[in-house]
């Protein structure tokens, strides 16, 4: 059998896991917890840069129009801009070598 992954359930997988906790609640198991120590390192999915209102505007009535979040329309445009970039200074690159 495989090591169990939580002390509690004692479930062997996270599915397991899940169903155990489906059932019971932490109170049913409060006396079986302990204290723990852990860090918790959070690194942000996203950087955010200033946009002037106009342009967001703009941004927000285009994406609407193609039926996308404006941030989803905004990532795609800047990966397209980005490959382009890239094409084009690796263009410049084997010119000068």
């Keep these: 059998m495989k090591k169990s992954k939580s002390s ?4 062997s997988s996270y599915a397991e896991i899940g169903e155990f906790w489906d059932e ?3 109170s049913d198991v409060w006396g079986r917890t302990r204290k723990v120590k852990f860090d918790v390192v959070i690194e942000p999915e996203a950087t955010y840069y200033p946009i002037a209102k ?5 941004i927000q009535t285009v994406a609407r129009k193609q039926g996308v979040h404006s941030g989803t329309l905004v990532n795609r445009w800047l990966d397209q801009k980005v490959k382009e970039a890239r094409r084009r200074s690796g263009k410049l690159s084997a010119k000068n070598a």
């Design 8 to 11: 509690i359930s004692k479930a």
């Design 24 to 26: 019971h609640d932490l």
């Design 54 to 58: 106009a342009l967001s505007a703009k």
